[in-house]
């Protein structure tokens, strides 16, 4: 159960690639989920259960000759709801960036190696309004500014190889937000960055969401540890479809027996020096 108003919702999601023998085969296979406006959902699952290609066929940002059928309907306040799946290209530029936007897992691959950063975060900005360079560059020192860098006006000249990787990510994340997305996706923002970093990151997307009121947050991640921490609600997939949807009022607690593999894989659910199931 969503906590608000719905801002995506999610039916009978399949996303299917081309077989060795020229049939189609499912990756994702019927997935259904929600998001209300300023929620923080999770999407969790071993590697290959489909969670990236969930949150890529969204906006059609998969790969060549993969087929998503389904439906996904973002509806803002203000405007007529938005069916995404099947989209012209007119439509998803009008999406993609200014009102879904998207961090993913390596911000050195994400970020251009030879353009400045604040350019860069410039650049998400004008691509979105109509405003001068002047004022793109001011937009981008204050995005800079408000993902919690120390010093902006560094960050904005610096190139990304200067930069620590939990930088870099910031600076990802002030490139995606500057124009004011409603939903943030993030595909494991988290995994390229030591530990203490990666707690950061989400709690700095917990203190923006607040910060821009109205955010919500679509997360993949494999940190089951970090998910319990920010999420509202975590969907669990296993093999292309939704094993089990687990909410913050249950205390994540998992009762299909793979999500409950799965959750006793998480270091954090047992006590120091125990041998992890596997």
């Avoid at 296979?29 to 290609?53: M, P, Q, R, Y």
């Avoid at 897992?105 to 004008?126: I, M, N, T």
């Avoid at 993030?186 to 030591?194: C, F, G, I, N, Q």
């Avoid at 607690?253 to 593999?261: D, E, F, I, L, M």
């Amino acid at each position: 159960m969503i906590a608000g108003r719905p801002l995506l919702q999610v039916r009978g999601l399949r996303v299917h690639v081309p077989g060795p023998d020229g049939r189609r085969v499912d990756k994702v296979a019927g997935i259904d989920l929600e998001v209300g406006e300023n929620e923080f959902v999770s999407i969790v699952g071993e590697s290959g259960s489909g969670k990236t290609l969930t949150v890529m066929s969204l906006c059609a940002l998969t790969p060549p000759g993969v087929g998503i059928t389904g439906s996904a309907v973002l509806s803002e306040a203000g405007r007529e709801p938005t069916e995404l799946i099947g989209a012209g290209p007119e439509v998803l530029r009008s999406v993609r960036g200014a009102r879904i936007a998207y961090v993913f897992q390596d911000p050195l691959d994400a970020l251009d190696p030879v353009r400045r950063c604040g350019l860069q975060v410039a650049d998400a900005y004008a691509a979105h309004s109509r405003k001068s360079r002047a004022d793109a560059a001011a937009a981008a020192l204050r995005a800079l500014k408000r993902t919690g860098l120390p010093d902006p006006h560094r960050v904005y000249e610096a190139y990304p190889h200067e930069l620590s990787g939990g930088m870099r990510q910031r600076v990802a994340l002030a490139a995606a937000l500057i124009a004011g997305p409603r939903l943030l996706v993030a595909d494991e923002p988290t995994t390229a960055l030591d530990a203490q970093s990666r707690s950061q990151v989400l709690s700095l997307l917990d203190g923006l969401r607040a910060d821009v009121g109205g955010l919500s947050v679509l997360l993949v991640t494999h940190d089951i540890t970090l998910a319990r921490k920010h999420s509202n609600r975590i969907y669990v997939l296993n093999s292309g479809r939704v094993e089990e949807v687990l909410g913050h009022e249950g205390g994540f607690k998992p009762v299909s027996a793979y999500a409950r593999r799965l959750f006793s894989a998480d270091p954090s659910a047992h006590a120091p020096r125990t041998r992890i199931p596997v």
